[in-house]
């Protein structure tokens, strides 16, 4: 089966670290943040800060789970890889892995809602994005 999916490497900064010199735990939501940025920008085409601006789109999570496997520290490279676990009507869910020289240092469901930013609601994924966002669902062998 394809497993496509969107890698981005980070330097892990002082700023990411507590005063154990690990990087605390909220540091990484603010790397997968950053991440989904990216992946939208570089991976989709798509410019986030158009969507969030121009287009009034938001995705804010709604549902995240967590795991941290082994403590990332100043200096690291973090590569954080994103695949796509679903993508429904409006929501989106991906699963993010970041990784040290092939160690894994956390797991990341993150299901994100695609919002209309000027009342809040929920709305559909528009065309574009779920274009985009298809060339990241994996394919089973044999497909055509």
């Known amino acids: 089966m394809e497993n496509p999916h969107f890698s981005k ?11 154990a010199g690990i990087v605390y735990f909220p540091q990484y939501l603010v790397l997968t ?4 940025e ?17 287009r009034q789109l938001g995705l ?18 973090l590569t954080f890889d994103l695949r796509v ?11 993010i892995e970041g990784h040290v020289n092939g160690a ?13 930013l000027t009342d809040g609601t929920s709305t559909p994924i528009p065309a574009d994005i779920r274009r985009s966002v298809g060339h990241f669902i994996p394919v089973a062998e044999g497909a055509l």
Not at 33 to 36: H, M, R
Not at 60 to 77: I, M, W, Y
Not at 85 to 95: D, K
């Open 38 to 54: 990216d992946w939208f920008t570089e991976g989709l085409n798509i410019d986030f800060s158009d969507l969030i601006g121009k």
């Open 60 to 77: 804010p999570l709604v549902k995240l789970n967590c795991e941290f496997t082994a403590p990332s520290r100043h200096g690291d490279q």
């Open 9 to 19: 490497t980070y330097l892990i900064r002082f700023q990411h670290c507590d005063p």
């Open 104 to 116: 894994l240092r956390m797991r990341s469901q993150q299901t994100m809602v695609q919002t209309c």
């Open 33 to 36: 943040n950053w991440l989904v």
């Open 85 to 95: 676990e679903r993508l429904g009507r409006s929501s989106l869910t991906v699963v």
